[in-house]
């Protein structure tokens, strides 16, 4: 009789742990959005269906960027979760609360996410300004010429990298569907130089006026670009900064929701506008184009 008493409490107990395990697999969340606020340890992020979730962060919880294009990540402490930051969360909770078990990244993100925050660093932009004007004086000029057929070998290099940015680009906007260029405008700049004028930033406040019409099915595409001038590497910084402040303006000064812009892209001196072997051609490719993209559906509804 003790033995099958036993045997009763065991299978008692055994029933109790695969329903407590049931329950507690039934509680894991997971999602993606932007951060809006930080409190402490308590995130509220805004999920691209325009819900807000409160995302809990532990001593536990990793935080993590991709490494390359592979599935390696690097974990960081958690001061990089700023406002401004796209994310990815899972953890357990619910759609409204989650205490997150980790949280994942891009670097191009958090870049932006600084820049929206701090906004453009003057001293950073005098020294783009100097390496540009140091590398086209006279002693770089017969340098120039060698440095062109470098540059279209370390393109052809980094296309398989540029390709995966663009489909990791599309896949965020996958909701979108069908899209078509709405409006498009273009920012230009001087030779070393990332700063709007007062010209660009009124024809980039039109394009949002524009776009903030529309409730929903619409995002605004950024794409930077530099001239041939100078060294590859520092020309895709160039470009980078280019988009980032055409980025900063149209979300600080515009009203454009971080989720309605695509992540800047630094596409350096690919693409070109013009030749680069003239002056005009070269300040025809020293740009940032700015796109807004609209759903097929909603585009023919506005018509």
């Known amino acids: 009789m003790t033995s099958r008493r036993i045997g009763i409490v065991v299978s008692f107990f055994a029933v109790c742990l695969l329903s407590w395990g049931s329950a507690l697999a039934a509680d894991k969340v997971k999602g993606r959005g932007v951060i809006t606020l930080r409190s402490g340890d308590t995130l509220t992020v805004e999920t691209p269906d325009d819900t807000t979730v409160t995302i809990v962060v532990t001593p536990d ?3 993590q960027h991709p490494i390359g294009l592979g599935a390696r990540k690097k974990q ?3 001061d990089v979760l700023i406002p401004g930051l796209k994310l990815k969360y899972e953890g357990t909770g619910d ?7 980790t949280i994942t990244f891009d670097r191009d993100d958090l870049s932006l996410a600084k820049v929206i925050q701090a906004g453009l660093n003057p001293t950073a932009q005098q020294g783009a300004m100097n390496t540009q004007a140091i590398a086209a004086n006279a002693a770089a000029i017969a340098e120039a010429k060698e440095q062109i057929a470098a540059t279209q ?9 540029l390709d995966e940015v663009a489909r990791t680009t599309q896949q965020r906007f996958s909701e979108m569907g069908e899209v078509v260029t709405k409006s498009q405008y273009t920012v230009y700049f001087a030779t070393g130089d990332y700063s709007l004028s007062k010209e660009y930033k009124q024809g980039l406040a039109d394009l949002a006026k524009q776009a903030l019409t529309y409730p929903k099915g619409w995002a605004i595409s950024v794409a930077g670009y530099a001239d041939s001038t100078g060294a590859a590497a520092a020309n895709e910084v ?3 900064q280019r988009a980032q402040a055409v980025v900063a303006y149209l979300l600080q000064d515009c ?9 800047p892209g630094a596409m350096g001196e690919t693409n070109p506008a013009a030749s680069n072997e003239t002056p005009s051609g070269r300040a025809e490719n020293r740009r940032v184009d700015v796109k807004l993209l609209l759903n097929k559906g909603v585009a023919g509804a506005g018509n």
């Open 255 to 263: 009203g454009v929701p971080v989720g309605r812009i695509l992540a």
């Open 61 to 63: 919880t990793k935080v």
């Open 95 to 101: 759609e409204s609360r989650v205490t997150a078990e």
């Open 153 to 161: 070998r370390e393109i052809a290099a980094n296309k398989a990298a």
């Open 238 to 240: 160039l470009s980078k």
């Open 76 to 78: 960081v402490g958690p």
